[in-house]
């Protein structure tokens, strides 16, 4: 077995490959000035490799890996395991008007035709409850950070209250609240654009307390803030963030860090100085189990 | 049969319908925050589309395509074109080290998997002498631009040497000298690097000759200024360059304006201030020869 990092995860990866004591190497990249990438993997290859690499901002990183994979496969590799900690394109899961492409379907067959099993911590499933149905083969395997942030947050804090944004986020909330003990409470949002969240929050005694607010990622930080401005108002104490894809697209740190917010924590599926949740042993733990 | 554009190439897609006289849409485009694109078709097709992009920029382009594509299978066209006036990853054709991707047949199976046909203007096709060999379909249909260009250049030239840069630009020199009746020579071209090139002009009597410079695209211009320099060292009158794809990557406009250049024209395979050569009429013969 051999694992193979793009740069940008290089530093998890090297976590990871500590962990399961297999060797690693670096996936050499170049971008030419025309934005095409030169992809380059080690010219002797074990059966057995996993590629590592986060999918945010996802466009080049899809290219590349169709790149890897099938230069991987002529280098005479039997088996291509990918591990995305963060994968993409898992929110359109429909058309919301007709003629729009469901990506989460072609980009989760692009991904099953190039990859024996695909391997990833909390996607974004809404509509569907499997990640097979997105990524149609045997081993699409769905881990959750849950476990790692009640360690962190039971660290941290005696007690608390978990805010869950939205309906889709209940699913981390309450697994976290089971294991920490916490309260938690899950508010109602409408998202009328990118940047654009109303949210209502459920009747509940702020006052005084800490408010963990609990997603699955923050892209451009507006629902954050939100939840962060509506707390205030109701008196809570402090108000922190813990999420597990750091994504952070344009000014979303300016905006979270303004926004009232004290801290946020995320796992290190993308490298960022708020990634203080390791997820090498838990992706460990399920490379060990399919291999 | 409906024309489908991509809103980067929208107005040369008009020019093609219009020629065509068959109707023409737009494909919505959005890009969110994350960069994750949403690609979204009118929900009625026929059986015969035409998707219309050129592919400089290419990863993100590549992706949406891989989404229009698919959808427009999903929505019932039995029949779906590409035309793709400039075609990226067409120069990387061997692994010029072990273990490198061999980007040209990767993208190209990916392209083939997608159409049914493809047509592209003077691909960059090097050790390959045809573009099935690159995607893997019968209609890869590979047009020249030197038709145009020549009829270009008669217009504004009596006489005048054209000048291929390097061995690769021979095939687009010689083919426009051909049809204009002006001399032209082939300069030895080393590269070094994106932006490392040296060169050296063959012995020839460029002393108060207008020279242009045929090449099948500008990428950091380095080419083009490098060769301009060394004929204004042999008194040539003015320098002019004539390239089918204006990609113009980073500082490439300033560098080429700024190094001895009096004006340079490309096809509309890339919308530019210098585009004054349309395709249509090549692409729209194209079209009706396969229909």
Redo the contacts between chains.
Sequence with gaps: MLILAFPDYFKQAQRLANRLDVPLAEIALHH????????????SLPEHIIICRSL?????K???L???A??ARG?GAKRVTLVAPYL??M??DIAN???????QR??G??LASLFDDVLTVDPHLHRISSLDQAIPIKNAISLSATDAMATFLKQQFDEAILLGPDSESEQWAANIASQTGFDYVIANKYRWG??QVEMRLPEYDYANRPVIIIDDMA??GRTLTKAAGLLQAQGAKTVYAMITHA?F??D?EAHILNGGIKAIWSTDSIDHPSSLIALDSLLAEAIRAIS
Excluded: H, M, W
């Design positions: 030419f000035p025309d934005s095409e990438s030169l992809v380059r993997l080690p010219p945010n901002q996802p466009n080049d899809l290219i590349e169709l790149l890897a099938t230069t280098l993409s394109y929110r359109q008007q007709p003629g729009e492409a469901v990506s072609i980009i067959k692009l990118d940047k892209s451009t994504l697209c344009e979303a």
